[in-house]
């Protein structure tokens, strides 16, 4: 069952290297999020990431983007978790998803990590506890397993960028319902969305 959302996480790998690969594109919602409300993402060393805090429908909402490389991603949001008093199921983690077409989103809550390593380490981190609320943004499947770490780490083309850009935009749409936990408006729109 989807709780109010206080806190987002945008994962990513840090550094300019990765700033524009398909791993980032959690990150790189979390910047549209921040810009748009008129913010930037800043270093804080006591959570390990890049963070800001905005306001969405009179809400504070803490963004994190973790500086810890995407397999120690749990570090940065346990931190976030302890200094915010802010319970996993309240944190909604944005994350780049290779089962869906580049541009599609889902909301789901719960689940394992099926295989994406910064899921991993989050569950790990908060001892194996899975319950918490994700954005998965499609990212494509190269359609060969072997390809698969290329495509994750490689630049996002500018077609794939377009669809992304869409996607955000999409999802400003219904902040507010994914914010508030009523998820099953925003879910019936998002999940029809093709961008």
């Known amino acids: 069952m989807a709780k109010p959302v206080r806190a987002i996480v945008g994962l990513g790998n840090p550094g300019?290297?990765?700033?524009?690969?398909?791993?980032?594109?959690?990150?790189?919602?979390?910047?549209?999020?921040?810009?748009?409300?008129?913010?930037?993402l800043r270093p804080d060393k006591k959570l390990?990431?890049?963070?800001?805090?905005?306001?969405?429908a009179g809400e504070d909402i803490h963004l994190l983007f973790p500086s810890t490389f995407m397999n120690r991603s749990g570090q940065s949001v346990l931190s976030l978790s302890q200094f915010y008093k802010i319970?996993?199921?309240?944190?909604?983690?944005?994350?780049?998803?290779?089962?869906?077409?580049?541009?599609?989103?889902?909301?789901?809550?719960?689940?394992?990590?099926?295989?994406?390593?910064?899921?991993?380490?989050i569950i790990r981190c908060f001892g194996g506890n899975k319950d918490f609320p994700r954005m998965r943004l499609g990212i494509g499947h190269p359609g060969d397993k072997s390809k698969v770490t290329s495509h994750?780490?490689?630049?996002?083309?500018?077609?794939?960028?377009?669809?992304?850009?869409?996607?955000?935009?999409?999802?400003?749409?219904?902040?507010?319902?994914?914010?508030?936990?009523?998820?099953?408006?925003?879910?019936n729109r998002l999940h029809s969305f093709r961008a």
Not at 93 to 115: M, P, S, Y
Not at 158 to 187: C, N, P, R, V
């Open 87 to 121: 319970e996993l199921e309240n944190i909604l983690v944005a994350h780049d998803e290779l089962d869906i077409d580049a541009g599609t989103l889902r909301l789901k809550f719960g689940g394992g990590h099926g295989g994406h390593n910064g899921l991993r380490d």
């Open 16 to 40: 300019p290297d990765y700033a524009q690969t398909r791993h980032n594109a959690g990150a790189l919602w979390l910047e549209h999020l921040a810009r748009k409300k008129g913010q930037f």
């Open 48 to 56: 390990h990431g890049d963070y800001c805090k905005i306001s969405i």
């Open 152 to 187: 994750v780490l490689g630049r996002i083309s500018k077609e794939d960028m377009d669809k992304l850009e869409s996607a955000f935009y999409q999802l400003d749409t219904h902040l507010e319902a994914i914010i508030s936990g009523q998820w099953d408006t925003a879910m």
